[in-house]
């Protein structure tokens, strides 16, 4: 069965860390292109990071930039986001994704992580609350 699981959310206070995992299953992760994604109440999906096979650039948030790492180990076929110096504001359901791209596309990390991008697959989601 082709899936993404999605580990490691919770709840954590301000200034604290967290590492979200992503296994995935059915298929290998080593050619695609993974991303995370969030979405908190309210509010439209966010790109937070995302990671391009294709030209090899990766993509931060701002609102994330030198606090969350996306990462990837191949021998485990998981992909993980992360998290240092949590706000209130990063609390949010998370997902990741994977995609592999189309031959001869070189779409960046920006790209994949815009609203226009079509994924492959996509983990079940996984909740982040951070408070005190």
């Known amino acids: 069965q082709v899936q993404l699981v999605e580990s490691g959310g919770g709840l954590v206070q301000p200034g604290g860390s967290l590492r979200l995992s992503c296994a995935a299953s059915g298929f290998t992760l080593d050619y695609y292109t993974i991303g995370w994604f969030r979405q908190a109440p309210g509010k439209e999906r966010e790109g937070v990071s995302c990671?391009?096979?294709?030209?090899?650039?990766?993509y931060y948030a701002d609102s994330v930039k030198g606090r969350f790492t996306i990462s990837r180990d191949n021998a485990k076929n998981t992909l993980y986001l992360q998290m240092n110096n949590l706000k209130p504001e990063d609390t949010a359901v998370y997902y990741c994704a994977a995609d592999l791209p189309p031959p001869y596309t070189y779409y960046s990390g920006s790209d994949y992580c815009s609203d226009n991008m079509e994924w492959d697959y996509w983990g079940q989601g996984t909740q982040v609350t951070v408070s005190s």
């Open positions: 990671f391009s096979f294709s030209d090899g650039s990766t």
